[in-house]
């Protein structure tokens, strides 16, 4: 009874949970594929893995007491001999199944030191990257700084041009206006000395016929 129990339960286990009876040692589809298929899963990262040979791997139960054991509980020795076969096959593909999700210790060293080494190309590339890009920073900034002196020294020519046209234009101007000042000063002169040319000569004629009015008048007053 104990053997068909831990029977019962290593098929429920390898099933999924499905219960597969077993009369008289004749097995059913599903727990022949179950037992002799695997289900292969693909990810993105595939590996090596050595798995042990059948032959040279150790069970974890003893087959002969195991046999013994279900003769002992009303199973022949054919029907005994079929169900430990039908563990061992069980216990093998378990093996497979654990081998392939697992890896030995070596191969996590080698695995660690693996990813180490590409993390530390990567370290490498960023330092590079990183050099680089504050080089070429430092080149654009260089010509950057380059280029606001050019600029600058072009504004200062310009405005030293600017000014000195300016300063050319007022002093032409100021010239302009001194001259202009300068003739039309020269033009008063002489028409302030014609003026008092004319007065003087028009005073002169005055006071010669103002005379002459007098003495006639006064001729004309004795005579």
Known sequence: MWSRSVW??????????????TPRGRFSRALR????TTTTKEEYDTRRVDITPLEQRKL?????ALVRD???HGFDKAQA?????????LSNVSLDTIYKEMVTQAQQEITVQQLMAHLDSIRKDMVILEKSE??????????????????KQQLINETSQIRADNKLDIN??????TDMFTDQEKKLME???????????????????ALLSCVTAFMCITL
Do not use: P, W
Not at 33 to 36: E, I, L, S, W
Not at 60 to 64: A, E, I, K, Q, R
Not at 172 to 177: D, G, M, T
């Open 33 to 36: 594929r179950d037992f002799f």
């Open 60 to 64: 974890t139960f003893d087959t002969h």
């Open 134 to 151: 504050f080089a070429n920073l430092r080149a654009e900034n260089e010509k950057m700084k380059t280029e606001l002196e050019q600029v």
């Open 70 to 72: 279900l003769e002992t």
């Open 81 to 89: 001999k079929t169900i430990v076969s039908v563990l061992t096959t």
């Open 191 to 209: 028409a302030t000395t014609e003026f008092t040319k004319k007065v003087s000569y028009y005073i002169k004629n005055f006071s010669c016929t």
């Open 8 to 21: 019962r339960l290593l098929l429920s286990e390898s099933s999924g949970g499905r219960q597969v009876s």
């Open 172 to 177: 032409l101007e100021r010239s302009r206006v």
